[in-house]
Structure formats: C-alpha cells, structure tokens
C-alpha cells in the first residue's frame, strides 16, 4: 500500500511539474502577424481608449446611417477579408466603419486587465458613434460582435437604426427556460463543421490556463500581448470554420 501511494505521488508530481513548466514557457503559434494598413487610422476616445479603425467612405451621399461593424471575441480583429465583404455597401450610400475593439488588434491596451468588461465596450461604442457624429447607426455584429450590438441597443434603442447579425454569439430569450426549446425540423438547419477537438487542444495547453488563472485570480499578466494575440489569431482558424458553410473558405487574414 505505501509503495503505491509513493508511486502515486510521484506521478502527481511529475504531472504538477509538467503543467508549472508549462505554464511558464512562451509558445509561439503559427498565425498572421498584426500590422498597420494604409486605410488605419485611429480614435482617440473620452474613455481612455485608442481605437485603430477603418473608414470606407460612402460613394453617394445619399443621407444614409452609417455603418459600425463588430467584430468577434473579445479579442478578435477586423480582417482584412470584413473590409473586402463590407466595402460594396459604399455603393449604396453607405458610410462603413470596422474597429478593432480595446484590447486587441491594432488599438490600446489596458494594463489593468479588470478594466476589460461588456460596460467598457459599451461605452466605447458610444464614443464613437459620437465622434462620427451620427443621430442613428447600422450595427453589424458578428459572434461576441452581435452580443455587444444587442447590449448597446437595449439601452440606446434611440441610437440605433437597424442590426445584422452573423454567427451571433449567445443571444439569451427573456425567460432561460425558452434557450433549451428543441429548433423546428420546418427550418432545415445544416449541422457546421464541429472544430472542438481541433480548438480544446488549444485552449488547454498548460500555457493558456495559466494565463486566464493569473487574469482572473490575481489580476495580472502572465503572457504578453504579442503571444496572447497570435494565441487568439490561431484559436480563430480553427473555431470560425464552425460558423460558416464551406469550412475550406474561412480564413483569410
């Protein structure tokens, strides 16, 4: 009995030493590296908050409410491949306007990571609806975008024109017992690609649960930027392949 827990222990420690190890040691993903374009220009908001945007500017004006697209996460970017699928709505009198939210992509961050919250973004939003100074905007919201679109509407419904959401994240009904309601056969869903496997062995590396227990527990940083963001750049090549029907067609940078 005592040599097997003296085994037992020994194993125990070698998996703690492995996981600490692991936490400690940077990794380097395989993912696009993050760097200016010539359209990016950037806002500097009553929050605190640097935000690097891009503006496509309406051909026609034709008195339209502008459009604000917002991108998934949080910590995501915009893509190259969102300016590309936006840039048409110019044509039709459109002023667009793609943001890389707090904290990630090209614009500031926050060295107090408690700082980070759906209050944050919200109020950021509203900054730059009034710097584009518009009465109404056009929300575009894709996954975490879409849930920070609904947020922002449910207590502005005055700012806000119209909504397009895509791949919306968890958009929660009034009453919780309605989310566990089985979906219509008469709908005709297609079940999308399932990247689970392929995404957990990302996101549970010994690396990446230290980083959200370091976050969350102490308030603190262990990873830096630069590492988190290509952590997230990669996670997204591989979950977003989830969200679209040609899971071959999904990533462009």
């Not at 692991?22 to 500097?44: C, D, F, I, L, N």
């Amino acid at each position: 009995m005592k040599k097997t827990l003296k085994i037992l222990g020994i194993f125990l420690l070698l998996v703690i030493g492995y996981f600490v190890m692991g936490m400690y040691t940077p990794v380097q993903y395989e993912a696009p590296h993050m760097t200016p374009r010539e359209s990016t220009k950037y806002w500097q908001l009553s929050t605190g908050s640097r935000i690097a945007y891009t503006h496509l500017t309406s051909c026609d004006d034709m008195g339209a409410y502008p459009v604000i697209y917002l991108h998934g996460g949080p910590g995501g970017y915009v893509y190259s491949e969102n300016i590309k699928v936006l840039k048409p709505l110019t044509e039709l009198g459109f002023d667009v306007y793609l943001y890389d939210q707090i904290g990630s992509g090209l614009s500031k961050r926050l060295e107090n990571i408690a700082e980070y919250s759906v209050s944050r973004h919200i109020a950021d939003l509203q900054g730059i609806i009034n710097k584009i100074d518009s009465k109404k905007v056009n929300l575009v919201g894709h996954s975490w975008g879409a849930v920070l679109a609904s947020t922002y509407a449910a207590h502005n419904p005055e700012r806000v024109n119209a909504m397009v959401f895509s791949c919306p994240g968890s958009l929660k009904p009034e009453k919780e017992t309605r989310s566990s309601l089985p979906v219509p056969d008469s709908l005709q869903l297609i079940r999308p690609y399932d990247p689970n496997s392929e995404a957990n062995s990302i996101a549970l590396s010994p690396r990446f649960i230290g980083t959200v227990l370091y976050a969350n527990v102490l308030g603190k940083k262990l990873a830096g930027d630069g590492e988190i963001d290509a952590f997230f750049t990669r996670m997204a090549m591989t979950f977003t392949k989830g969200m679209v029907c040609d899971s071959a067609k999904v990533w462009k940078e």
